[in-house]
């Protein structure tokens, strides 16, 4: 058993109210973006380049309507698994029974591209056997979300569009104070497509 931790990238939502703004046929994990180094790329790529190169595997979930999102996250050696659901229990518990012989998970958002990877290290850094490492700035906790490997049977048991955040209640929190933004700011509109500090930045 490796002790580093699985990725897992969430990336079968799919992102009605940005369809809405943009377009039906617009895929927000596919839009341009500028990224917090100053390259442009589509924004799960802006995910997948800043993720930390020490996670043991990398897992991303997908739909089988996406095919330019699954040769994007191959590139970047992604385990893809390709479901007929979107809800994020479903795609939590495939994801985590794909790599369940792992020391933990730390769960992604496939539209969430502004996160510092010395944040993502941060996190991981903070991650037990026991616990649930997660960021907080300010009042609000945010991603990517690291879980113990204790937690593997109840991910594991996640259905429908339900998400791990209940298990916040019964389960062992490190909360890690950040200052970056990143951390809650996804990409539900167009317009969030511009982050307000999108200068390039030392990751």
């Known amino acids: 058993m490796s002790r580093r931790p699985c990725a897992i990238i969430l990336a079968a939502g799919q992102g009605r109210r940005f369809r809405q703004v943009a377009g039906a046929g617009q895929d927000k994990l596919l839009a ?3 990224g917090r180094d100053g390259v442009q790329r589509p924004v799960l790529e802006q995910v997948l380049v800043s993720l930390p190169v020490d996670v043991a595997r990398r ?14 996250a191959r590139a970047y050696g992604c385990q893809v ?5 979107v809800g ?4 939590l518990a495939a994801a985590v029974a794909a790599c369940a012989d792992a020391h933990g998970w730390m769960v ?9 990877p010395a944040t993502a290290s941060r996190v991981m850094e903070a991650m037990t056997e026991e616990g649930i490492s997660v960021p907080r700035l300010g009042d609000e906790l945010g991603h990517p979300v690291g879980f113990g490997r204790s937690y593997g049977a109840a991910l594991q048991g996640l259905s429908g569009d339900r998400g791990a955040r209940p298990l916040f209640a019964s389960g062992r929190v490190v909360e890690v104070s950040v ?6 700011w996804d990409v539900d509109v167009p317009q969030a497509l511009l982050f307000p500090d999108c ?4 990751v």
Do not use: K
Not at 60 to 70: S, Y
Not at 81 to 85: A, G, K, R, Y
Not at 179 to 184: C, F, K, Q
Not at 199 to 202: A, K, P, S
């Open 32 to 34: 341009p973006c500028r």
């Open 59 to 72: 897992v991303l979930v997908t739909t089988a309507d996406r095919p330019q999102v699954v040769d994007l």
């Open 81 to 85: 698994l390709v479901l007929e659901s």
């Open 88 to 91: 994020m229990g479903h795609s």
């Open 108 to 116: 992604w958002l496939g539209d969430m591209p502004f996160i510092l």
């Open 179 to 184: 200052t970056d933004p990143g951390v809650t």
């Open 199 to 202: 200068q390039v930045l030392q």
